[in-house]
T-cell receptor, first 110, second 115 residues
Framework: GESVGLHLPTLSVQEGDNSIINCAYS??????FIWYKQESGKGPQFIID?????DKRQGQRVTVLLNKTVKHLSLQIAATQPGDSAVYFC?????????FGKGTMLLVSP | GAGVSQTPSNKVTEKGKYVELRCDPI?????LYWYRQSLGQGPEFLIY????????DSGLPNDRFFAVRPEGSVSTLKIQRTERGDSAVYLC?????????????FGEGSRLTVL
């Protein structure tokens, strides 16, 4: 979904559920994507990345899926924990810059 | 310290004043980046240094903004004649080299408020 000003898209889940956060990108030439997590009052923290020659990559409790046909990324978090509560950003990598999306807030209830 | 350090953590200034924000990157990281983040938005690229030189300053919004990294380590972002629209969190990040990696190590940011 789109966010306007302060109104970030928000996903609310229960502890232990699986979470899926979606991201649409605009540049069909982009070939490298990254997910970042940002907790309140902190800088963004790298989670996982994926290059365009892959459609899936797994990390610890996280999986990123890439659908180049529809220019869509998703981040799946397994067994979501309260410590996963944060804003999640997808980013497209250029030569020297990252272009961040607007972010999705994940709220995890115990 | 182990991480990227930014000072001050908070800065309140008046419209028209000059401001400097400092970034200490992770030791040995040659690449340094400045981003700006407004409330409810993702970080926006400002400038990238490789060593001492600004390799890409295409994100600086206008000539009131300037950044230096004279010895290839600490960087200072300088904002002249501040405006209320400059209020944001200014994030610094570093990485070992461009290496075509998206893994940047961010500091906690300097929150600038222009009254």
């Amino acid at each position: 979904g789109e966010s306007v000003g302060l109104h970030l898209p928000t996903l609310s889940v229960q502890e232990g559920d699986n979470s899926i956060i979606n991201c649409a990108y605009s540049n069909s030439a982009s070939d490298y994507f990254i997910w970042y997590k940002q907790e309140s009052g902190k800088g963004p923290q790298f989670i996982i990345d994926i290059r365009s020659n892959m459609d899936k990559r797994q990390g610890q409790r996280v999986t990123v899926l890439l659908n180049k046909t529809v220019k869509h990324l998703s981040l799946q978090i397994a067994a979501t924990q309260p410590g996963d509560s944060a804003v999640y950003f997808c980013a497209e990598a250029g030569y020297s810059t990252l272009t961040f999306g607007k972010g999705t807030m994940l709220l995890v209830s115990p | 310290g182990a991480g990227v350090s930014q000072t001050p953590s908070n800065k309140v200034t008046e419209k028209g004043k000059y401001v400097e924000l400092r970034c200490d990157p992770i030791s040995g990281h040659t690449a340094l980046y400045w981003y700006r983040q407004s409330l409810g938005q993702g970080p926006e690229f400002l400038i990238y240094f490789q060593g001492t030189g600004a390799a890409d300053d295409s994100g600086l919004p206008n000539d009131r903004f300037f950044a230096v990294r004279p010895e290839g380590s600490v960087s200072t972002l300088k904002i002249q004649r501040t405006e209320r629209g400059d209020s944001a969190v200014y994030l610094c990040a570093s990485s070992p080299d461009t290496g075509n990696t998206g893994e940047l190590f961010f500091g906690e940011g300097s929150r600038l408020t222009v009254l």
